[in-house]
């Protein structure tokens, strides 16, 4: 099993900044793409950002320029830091990793339990 642990959360005001992060443990042989994605209330879950194994990454339009997905592959880890922060940036915040188990099994998405961000005056 893989498991996905978030932090970082919290309640921040308009303009600020957060940093998240997201560790995967157990058996692991191999990550390809990580990402995160978020659900405000009411809405449906979005992708936010996504890196590939090879450090390409990709941005929702609504959070281009302000929010920057890095990995550092020897720690399985994911963050997501987050600038000019906007109310309407609030969302529960899941990760997301696709990884392969042993060499030969196939690739699975794992999820995280989610990490909530508020912004908010």
């Known amino acids: 099993q893989v498991q996905l642990v978030e932090s970082g959360g919290g309640l921040v005001q308009p303009g600020g900044s957060l940093r998240l992060s997201c560790a995967a443990s157990?058996?692991?042989?191999?990550?390809?793409?990580m990402a995160w994605y978020r659900q405000a209330p009411g809405k449906q879950r979005e992708l936010a950002a996504r890196?590939?194994?090879?450090?390409?990454?990709n941005y929702a339009d609504s959070v281009k320029g302000r929010f920057t997905i890095s990995r550092d592959n020897a720690k399985n880890t994911v963050y997501l830091q987050m600038t000019r922060l906007k109310p309407e940036d609030t969302a529960v915040y899941y990760c997301?990793?696709?990884?392969?188990?042993?060499?030969?099994?196939?690739?699975?998405?794992?999820w995280g339990q989610g990490t909530q961000v508020t912004v908010s005056s």
């Open positions: 997301n990793v696709e990884a392969k188990r042993s060499s030969w099994s196939s690739a699975y998405n794992y």
């Open positions: 157990g058996r692991i042989f191999s990550i390809n793409a």
């Open positions: 890196i590939s194994s090879g450090g390409i990454t």
